[in-house]
């Protein structure tokens, strides 16, 4: 990957298509996902369960799983096609031009091998380093995502270290090699408010220190809402509205986003009684392929027989 | 025979736990060290009313629950419920009057039953109503947590994450319990799907009188639908009063650090 001109955006996705074969049979479950994430931005990916988020994000690192393939569409990454050459292009960025962080580091991480070692397998294979330089920018890379005594921490097993500490860990990995893309699927998911706090105040760093872009995949608006500075709302595989955060947050032209903020309970202002959206999106089996936010309004009528509040 | 309404009210608050001490030992020989998972904290709950709990992970928030519940048997202090202090090996019936709801929805149904099933079940072991009623009382419970009638036929397989939970409020329901105990009851469900269970318990308070421990770590929740808080930090409380003053003005360093990190919209 050399360097293009920094005119282009760092990543565009264009007209994605995800189709997820059950049963033998194939379902749409992104429909035409158009997206772009510049360097030194965090984009947020805002949907509910189903919404196809975590696959638009997994597609990006050709890591669908085995019954999911993309059907359409492109993502240019630095102006090179991720899905051309046969996915071919992904071993060429992953880890130095995109990599990854995942929701549950306790899953994510390697068990039986001590957490410095982890950090460094990638680049010090790449870069020919000695066992000794690894170790010394493990450390480095522990203390630069806040853990808190690293040369301690480095010999130790992801076992020992609390979910914080283990998270920082699989960002330290992420960042090892330096990315100009980091996609995260809900990394703070899984954290305490306190540690979240910390983990989103890091992000922010490396996105502004690495000028790296930052893919940022979450449920939670209050989240992207302190990190990310555009967004899209993705409902049942579609995009439903895209813009700058303060667009999308603030003046909402859809309703399925003014569903969601209006289901988000505030801190600020609280004593309303929340809304809750009527129904749930259904699973991809189970709804057409034209599905929509209106139609499960439209299903969930206060007059027909369903679960919700007249509120 | 409903026990939903108490006779006499023996005492304004529905539970008051004093002094509550347990701790855990880890590791072997040399490297042997206790751990005080609850340093003896003292917490009332107000009848008819929702007493937040908050803290980090590790701060003995489920700890808490597991011993009002009795799934945790070893502990120093007393749980007085209802005026009565309650031993640490209950009877049944009153383990039925403090009723328990977990985080994760998927794995607290039984799958292979419906969820008429699963109610009838309750129902009959805890001689709830007469077998002639359970029919009826399985459509009241439905009522109650605002389910359709035919979902009593349907396995959970078939449920969302936000109707299985409200199943899970309905089996605890059944036994027609004083105090409900939700631990992170709403922290696995989408944000609209969240709302309705809040909203759930909300009403179940304002119409039945439930009193509800409502264990999460999600502030802005716990500040929509709470009462009182009480905040945790490494097996204390480190503070405790109603919901307003707490949020507006908190005493303590650490409810001070906790709410500065809830992330806002800004917008």
Known sequence: ?311 | MSTTKLAQPASENILEMRDIRVEFSTGRGRGRRKIVALNDVSLSVPRGTIHGVVGESGSGKSTLARVLTALERSFTGTVVFNGEELPVRRTKEQRRHIQMVFQDPYSSLDPRMTIRQSLAELLRVHRIVESRDVGRRCLDLMGQVQLPARALDSYPVSMSGGQRQRVAIAKALALEPSLLVADEAVSALDVSVQAGIVNLLADLRDELGLSVLFIAHDLAVVRNLCENVAVMYHGNIVEDGDTESLFTEPRDQYTRTLLNSIPRIRY
């Open chain 1, 1 to 311: 990957m050399s360097v293009v001109s920094g005119r282009q955006p760092l990543l565009k996705v264009e007209g994605l298509c995800v189709d997820v074969s059950i049963q033998g049979r194939d379902y749409a479950a992104l429909k035409d996902v158009s997206f772009t994430v510049q360097r030194a931005e965090a984009h947020g990916l805002v949907g509910e369960s189903g919404s196809g988020k975590s696959l638009a994000l997994r597609s990006l690192m050709g890591l669908l799983p085995s019954n999911a393939r993309v059907s359409g569409g492109s993502a240019f990454f630095n102006g090179t096609d991720l899905f051309a050459n046969n996915g071919r292009n992904f071993r060429k960025v992953r880890g130095t031009g995109i990599s990854m962080v995942f929701q549950e580091p306790a899953v994510a991480l390697n068990p039986i091998a001590r957490v410095g070692t982890q950090i460094t397998d990638g680049i010090a294979q790449r870069k020919g380093w000695s066992r000794k330089q690894a170790r010394e920018y493990a450390i480095h890379m522990m203390g630069l995502v806040g853990i808190p005594s690293p040369e301690l921490r480095v010999d130790a097993y992801p076992f020992q270290l609390s979910g914080g500490m283990r998270q920082r860990v699989m960002i330290a990995a992420s960042v090892a090699c330096e990315p100009e893309l980091i996609l995260c699927d809900e990394p703070t998911t899984a954290l305490d408010v306190t540690v979240q706090a910390q983990v989103l105040a890091l992000f922010d760093g490396l996105r502004a220190e690495l000028n790296a872009g930052i893919l940022y995949v979450t449920h939670d608006l209050a989240v992207v809402s302190e990190l990310c500075s555009s967004i899209s709302v993705l409902y049942a595989g579609r995009l439903v509205e895209s813009g700058s955060a303060a667009e999308v947050l603030g003046n909402p032209r859809e309703d399925y986003t003014r569903a969601l903020l209006a289901a988000t309970p505030s801190i600020d202002e609280p004593g309303q009684r929340l809304r809750s959206i009527p129904g749930t999106t259904p699973a991809l089996r189970d709804r057409p392929a034209d599905y929509s936010f209106a139609m499960r309004i439209a299903d969930h009528a206060p007059d027909s027989h369903s679960i919700l509040e007249e509120h």
